[in-house]
T-cell receptor, first 115, second 111 residues
Framework: DVKVTQSSRYLVKRTGEKVFLECVQDMDHENMFWYRQDPGLGLRLIYFSYDVKMKEKGDIPEGYSVSREKKERFSLILESASTNQTSMYLC??????????????FGSGTRLTVV | QKEVEQDPGPLSVPEGAIVSLNCTYSNSAFQYFMWYRQYSRKGPELLMYTYSSGNKEDGRFTAQVDKSSKYISLFIRDSQPSDSATYLCAMGKAAGNKLTFGGGTRVLVKP
């Protein structure tokens, strides 16, 4: 019954490494999103995509990039990991539409620690 | 100032009590209002969805939206220990699919 799968639950990387976080959904959703969740700051939108090969910046895109080569897969890339990118990363997907009628389906999250 | 404000708690209640959660927001363009529940080490899951003002009930859960006051609430009746989780409010505008989330309220229901 898995719908949104994030490739890793826990990840430890070194400062300066290039990090790839993968997200796959099996619901044929058009929209996909990457958020990070930090205590006291809630969920903050990093990037989102409404279609294949399409991407838009969210509220905190600095230090991140994304890739969406296939409809079901949305990858978050940390170009050069830094300690302030230690966080819980959540991927979500939703049906296409001009309004958020259906809400999001979230993955279980990837807890990334940068040392 | 954040667009969506939510008391972080924790909110501790005895089993069987009513849990009352709320969020305030500043952007009058929000038209869609949702509540998500997040258990520890899990992703959030959608609990309730409401469009514009009014009430919506689903089992033990009631969501209320007061757009004139820019205030939304979630009530959980007959609370159970399994309701212990973090509850996040989320809001969307009339066009587009982005949601803006509150910071979450941690709830603990004690047996």
């Amino acid at each position: 019954d898995v719908k949104v799968t994030q490739s890793s639950r826990y990840l430890v990387k070194r400062t300066g490494e290039k990090v790839f976080l993968e997200c796959v959904q099996d619901m044929d959703h058009e929209n996909m999103f990457w958020y990070r969740q930090d205590p006291g700051l809630g969920l903050r939108l990093i990037y989102f995509s409404y279609d294949v090969k399409m991407k838009e910046k969210g509220d905190i895109p600095e230090g991140y990039s994304v890739s969406r080569e296939k409809k079901e897969r949305f990858s978050l890339i940390l170009e050069s990991a830094s300690t302030n990118q230690t966080s819980m990363y959540l991927c979500a997907s939703s049906l296409y539409g001009r309004t958020p009628n259906y809400g999001y389906t979230f993955g279980s999250g990837t807890r990334l620690t940068v040392v | 100032q954040k667009e969506v404000e939510q008391d972080p708690g924790p909110l501790s209640v005895p089993e069987g009590a009513i849990v009352s959660l709320n969020c305030t927001y500043s952007n009058s363009a929000f038209q869609y209002f949702m509540w998500y529940r997040q258990y520890s080490r899990k992703g959030p899951e959608l609990l309730m969805y409401t469009y514009s003002s009014g009430n919506k009930e689903d089992g033990r859960f009631t969501a209320q939206v007061d757009k004139s006051s820019k205030y939304i609430s979630l009530f959980i009746r007959d609370s159970q220990p399994s309701d212990s989780a973090t509850y996040l409010c989320a809001m969307g505008k009339a066009a587009g699919n982005k949601l803006t989330f509150g910071g979450g309220t941690r709830v603990l229901v004690k047996p």
